[in-house]
């Protein structure tokens, strides 16, 4: 079983900015993609961000081009969601989560990740 620890989340005002964090204690964090999704009550977890295991390929959401940035490093088991020009819209629970898919693949759906962190919430003013 592979424990996936959100970090970072909090209260920021519109226009600002916060990074999340996301660590595993296992040693197959390398070869894992990971990505990055949010949740509000009532609704679906939404795709924000993919990075493969290489970190050579980046997929965003319409939603948060330009804005977000997600990357790995993968000497300390860390994945980062930087996210800048924050929107009241951007309040969430964040998730991240690890796909074990061995081929390369660009994941945007949540069905085809195999673990995820409890969440982090986002919560931003106006």
């Known amino acids: 079983q592979v424990q996936l620890v959100e970090s970072g989340g909090g209260l920021v005002q519109a226009g600002g900015s916060l990074r999340l964090s996301c660590t595993t204690s296992g040693r197959t964090f390398s070869i894992y993609h990971w990505g990055w999704f949010r949740q509000t009550p009532g609704k679906e977890r939404r795709f924000v961000a993919h990075i493969s295991r290489g970190g050579t390929t980046t997929v965003y959401a319409d939603s948060v081009k330009g804005r977000f940035t997600i990357s790995r490093d993968n000497a300390k088991n860390l994945v980062y969601l930087q996210m800048n020009s924050l929107k009241p819209e951007d309040t969430a629970v964040y998730y991240c989560?690890?796909?074990?898919?061995?081929?390369?693949?660009?994941?945007?759906?949540?069905?085809?990740?195999?673990?995820w962190g409890q969440g982090t919430q986002v919560t931003v003013s106006s």
């Open positions: 989560a690890a796909d074990t898919q061995i081929t390369s693949r660009t994941s945007t759906s949540p069905g085809q990740y195999d673990f």
